[in-house]
């Protein structure tokens, strides 16, 4: 289970206080364990001079919490990412209920950030949730990969959808190539499956290094595409028109690129890389300087690949 910890301005927060041990850095996030609880805690920490961190960890993230510890042109951008995120448990934690107030009549207008506002100092305000399996498809996000003496070819990454056993046979993406999982390790830890939230590292085999290393996802399902056919919801303070130009988004952990086009109707959401098939995206114009808000909105697939 993982859980987004949004903040920019007090680095310092109340909320660092659920942090226990840094797991890894990659970029610009960082991954820690949830204090007593076997959990995972993301923060993107080069916000807010990029917006793709927060994008990323969002994917990812089946839990998000906002902390609202000040009303600013950052604030209003991370409730707005968080709103058009596909994040299913999303929760404001406040201290100040005159700032709770101005912030709820800024967003009245635009129906943003009806996420669920607790007060700091309640009991168990921070009690995340599970993810329901539902046969989902399996997807496990790759941020690194190396070889191990005796043991062959490891990635690690966050198991996004789904759940991954010891012995499955899945494909590297976007190149199809089929592999055997041959371990499976959370925390330097043997288990013989792990399920979506959790941080794993996997054993390999029928593969090699240089396969791994051009790989961004592990999946049970090997439906990719450049382009789907999707609805967009488009946030009203964007302000700008969205077709034909480069956004920034994450799909199932991976920072990526895509440009939407219109034709006949019908709009569709680009790729330069083959992606697995998701259900919703949210978009952001990493072109604009921070203190701008930068989120475009979300996409939602309706099942038509090209």
Same mark, same amino acid.
């Given at each position: 289970?993982?859980?987004?910890?949004?903040?920019?301005?007090?680095?310092?927060?109340?909320?660092?206080?659920?942090?226990?041990?840094?797991?890894?850095?990659?970029?610009?996030?960082?991954?820690?364990?949830?204090?007593?609880?076997?959990?995972?805690?993301?923060?993107?920490?080069?916000?807010?001079?990029?917006?793709?961190?927060?994008?990323?960890?969002?994917?990812?993230?089946?839990?998000?919490?906002?902390?609202?510890?000040?009303?600013?042109?950052?604030?209003?951008?991370?409730?707005?990412?968080?709103?058009?995120?596909?994040?299913?448990?999303?929760?404001?934690?406040?201290?100040?209920?005159?700032?709770?107030?101005?912030?709820?009549?800024?967003?009245?207008?635009?129906?943003?950030?009806?996420?669920?506002?607790?007060?700091?100092?309640?009991?168990?305000?921070?009690?995340?949730?599970?993810?329901?399996?539902?046969?989902?498809?399996?997807?496990?996000?790759?941020?690194?990969?190396?070889?191990?003496?005796?043991?062959?070819?490891?990635?690690?990454? @966050?198991?996004?959808?789904? $759940?991954?056993?010891?012995?499955?046979?899945? #494909? *590297?993406? /976007?190149? %199809?190539?089929? &592999? +055997?999982?041959?371990?499976?390790?959370?925390?330097?830890?043997?288990?013989?499956?792990?399920?979506?939230?959790?941080?794993?590292?996997?054993?390999?085999?029928?593969?090699?290094?240089?396969?791994?290393?051009?790989?961004?996802?592990?999946?049970?399902?090997?439906?990719?595409?450049?382009?789907?056919?999707?609805?967009?919801?488009?946030?009203?303070?964007?302000?700008?028109?969205?077709?034909?130009?480069?956004?920034?988004?994450?799909?199932?952990?991976?920072?990526?690129?895509?440009?939407?086009?219109?034709?006949?109707?019908?709009?569709?959401?680009?790729?330069?890389? @083959?992606?697995?098939?998701? $259900?919703?995206?949210?978009?952001?114009?990493? #072109? *604009?300087? /921070?203190? %701008?808000?930068? &989120? +475009?909105?979300?996409?939602?697939?309706?099942?038509?690949?090209?």
């Amino acid at each position: 289970m993982t859980t987004s910890l949004l903040f920019c301005e007090d680095r310092e927060s109340r909320l660092n206080d659920l942090k226990s041990k840094l797991i890894e850095s990659i970029g610009g996030m960082n991954v820690y364990l949830w204090k007593d609880k076997n959990e995972i805690i993301l923060t993107a920490e080069d916000y807010p001079k990029t917006i793709n961190t927060v994008l990323k960890i969002l994917s990812i993230s089946e839990n998000a919490i906002l902390y609202l510890n000040g009303l600013s042109a950052y604030t209003a951008e991370l409730a707005i990412a968080l709103e058009y995120s596909d994040v299913k448990n999303k929760v404001i934690v406040y201290d100040d209920e005159d700032v709770l107030k101005k912030f709820r009549e800024f967003f009245k207008k635009y129906k943003i950030s009806q996420a669920n506002c607790i007060n700091i100092n309640e009991k168990n305000v921070y009690e995340p949730i599970k993810r329901e399996e539902k046969g989902e498809k399996a997807v496990m996000s790759i941020d690194k990969n190396f070889v191990v003496k005796g043991i062959g070819d490891v990635a690690i990454g @966050f198991i996004v959808n789904g $759940s991954i056993k010891k012995g499955d046979r899945l #494909s *590297l993406l /976007p190149s %199809k190539d089929k &592999i +055997v999982i041959k371990n499976i390790q959370i925390m330097d830890v043997d288990v013989n499956d792990a399920r979506a939230g959790e941080y794993v590292g996997l054993a390999l085999g029928g593969t090699n290094e240089m396969k791994v290393k051009n790989s961004y996802f592990i999946s049970s399902d090997d439906v990719i595409a450049k382009s789907f056919e999707v609805k967009t919801d488009v946030c009203e303070l964007y302000g700008q028109d969205i077709f034909n130009k480069q956004f920034s988004c994450a799909v199932f952990g991976q920072n990526l690129k895509a440009i939407l086009t219109t034709e006949n109707g019908k709009t569709k959401i680009n790729f330069d890389y @083959f992606v697995p098939e998701f $259900s919703s995206l949210t978009l952001a114009d990493s #072109s *604009l300087q /921070p203190g %701008k808000n930068r &989120i +475009v909105g979300k996409v939602t697939t309706n099942k038509n690949h090209l």
